[in-house]
């Protein structure tokens, strides 16, 4: 089966990033589009990606991609599929739906008759009449429906790869893994050089740093993949890559370091950095981003923060007091360092950098859960 067609999802808004990974890894060309890329791989880019990616969710073999009228012309379209490959007769499997855009049909429609459509067609090929089962499915088709566009994916990952294994405390505001690495990936930091989260949370920034440094694949830690029961798949060359890559990583010491305000997320921090096995070179103190004194005794030219939105909490003195003194204890301590920081309230955010005179160097729009953001990259 060599030249699969594949296509992954990625969050909105770093589409770019994931494609410019997935050439990275696979060494092959890769298309982007919205919220997910599209490329043609071996089989063993599924056991490379679901390891090794930082920036995906999902990664999907492409069983059909195509324009359609109506959710007819859906049910002919997915008939056609020759699903025997990818599924025995004694399995089960789901079909999970999203539908973007204005339509006569719901989700739910889509999932009923991309569902018919399946057995219907195993049933004329083989003889058999497949299984549903909507909570523990063997087999888990994404069915996706954009405007006029229909595209079936056969899901290789199960749950979203955001969901790296290693968060043992939950931070109430936490960043995405994936987001985080795509921060990592437009500051341009050079291992070698010192890093800070100077408002860490859960140590999700920290952590990542430190799975790009020591080439630590980002989800080694996960136990379970949808790929272990697609039938044409051989497992062991799963665990001889996964051996080998887990091999290659290295144990150096880098200046990684995460400064939180409150005890009780910085002990969560301490735990989740312990839990992902890199507690030895992520350094984490308690600290105020905003106060100059508190930080690290060290000239970092790295800073990478996903700071308070002002969602869940309102800083005293309001959001764009509280990013003027965040800005103003950076210019006074690290003049000249790259900052790439992620907000919601990014009005108030880029009126602060007007009034400390810090430079943007660019920006772009992500979706970060359901929340629209900005990541700025900035010249302090």
Not at 187 to 206: E, F, H, K, Q, V
Not at 220 to 248: M, W
Not at 268 to 291: E, R
Not at 352 to 366: F, P, S
Request: proline share 4%; with cysteine; glycine share 6%.
């Amino acid at each position: 089966m060599d030249g699969i067609e594949f296509f992954a999802t990625t969050s909105a808004g770093i589409e770019d990033l994931a494609s410019s990974e997935v050439e990275m890894l696979l060494k092959v060309k890769c298309v982007p589009d919205v919220g997910k890329v599209f490329f043609k791989s071996s089989p063993e880019s599924i056991y490379i990606l679901n390891l090794c990616a930082s920036t995906l969710n999902k990664v999907m073999i492409c069983l059909c991609r195509t324009y359609f009228e109506n959710l007819n012309q859906i049910y002919y379209l997915v008939k056609q599929v020759d699903f025997s490959k990818y599924i025995l007769p004694d399995q089960s499997f789901a079909v999970e739906s999203e539908r973007y855009g204005v339509h006569d049909f719901t989700s739910v429609d889509v999932s009923r008759v991309v569902g018919q459509a399946i057995i219907d067609s195993y049933l004329s090929s083989k003889g058999v009449r497949l299984k549903v089962n909507l909570n523990s499915p063997d087999i888990i088709f994404f069915s996706l429906v954009r405007d006029k566009e229909y595209i079936l994916g056969l899901n290789t990952t199960g749950e979203s790869l955001h969901k790296r294994g290693y968060r043992v405390y939950e931070h109430p505001a936490a960043l995405k893994p994936t987001i985080a690495s795509a921060m990592l990936m437009l500051a341009g930091w050079d291992c070698s050089m010192p890093l800070i989260d100077p408002m860490c949370g859960g140590a999700t920034i920290p952590i990542e740093a430190a799975f790009k440094a020591r080439r630590i694949p980002p989800n080694y830690l996960r136990k379970n993949f949808a790929f272990h029961k697609i039938g044409f798949l051989n497992l062991q060359d799963f665990e001889n890559l996964r051996g080998k890559l887990l091999s290659t990583a290295n144990r150096n010491v880098y200046k990684i370091f995460g400064m939180e305000k409150y005890e009780r997320h910085l002990r969560g921090a301490i735990m989740n950095c312990s839990n992902a096995g890199v507690s030895d070179t992520v350094f984490l103190k308690l600290g105020d981003a905003t106060c100059p004194e508190m930080y690290p005794c060290e000239s970092f030219n790295t800073i990478i923060v996903n700071p308070p939105y002002g969602v869940r909490m309102v800083p005293e003195g309001g959001m764009k007091r509280f990013y003027k003194l965040f800005l103003k204890a950076l210019r006074e301590r690290f003049s000249g360092s790259t900052l790439v920081l992620i907000t919601a309230a990014f009005r108030r955010f880029l009126q602060a950098v007007d009034e400390v005179d810090v430079k943007v160097l660019g920006e772009r729009n992500v979706l970060h859960g359901r929340l629209s953001a900005k990541i700025f990259k900035c010249k302090i």
